[in-house]
């Protein structure tokens, strides 16, 4: 067998296992194989592939490293719409408790709200911009 062909089934392997687990470096890795199958293919010796591949991996992890550093950090998990679908609903506040809580209907139940910092509590429409634990945290519309 071909030595580009063990670089293929290697980058084939790769690709198969980034599937099953759903991890980018995987993927990368893969690039990583191919290239090597190419230098392989190009009548390059072994250990010139070897370092095509480790050439390759780590520019292409270094690479997504970077790109991902660049991009801004979205907000924490607990404030997050894709985590919780409650963030962004509009709630009704009939009143505000002395301790700063406030009782609220929010999806057929009870709830305990509570005010985000520097928000004043005065009862009409809010809206859910985060949960801590079973509280909603609420603004002013």
Do not use: C
Not at 100 to 111: D, F, I, K, S
Request: aromatic share 6%.
């Amino acid at each position: 067998m071909a030595q580009s062909t063990l670089w293929w089934l290697l980058a084939g392997a790769a690709v198969a296992f980034e599937l099953v687990t759903g991890t980018i470096y995987l993927l990368l890795t893969a690039v990583a194989f191919a290239a090597a199958a190419v230098a392989a293919h190009l009548g390059a010796a072994l250990p010139v592939q070897l370092v095509v591949a480790a050439v390759v991996g780590v520019a292409t992890v270094g690479a997504w490293y970077l790109k991902q550093r660049a991009r801004p950090a979205g907000p924490p998990p607990q404030a997050s719409p894709d985590m919780n679908l409650d963030i962004g609903e509009r709630v009704q506040v009939d009143a505000w408790l002395a301790d700063g809580t406030a009782l609220v209907r929010h999806r057929g139940a009870q709830w305990t709200a509570v005010l985000r910092a520097g928000s004043h509590g005065q009862p009409g429409a809010h809206r859910v911009v985060e949960l801590q634990g079973n509280r909603l945290v609420l603004e002013p519309l």
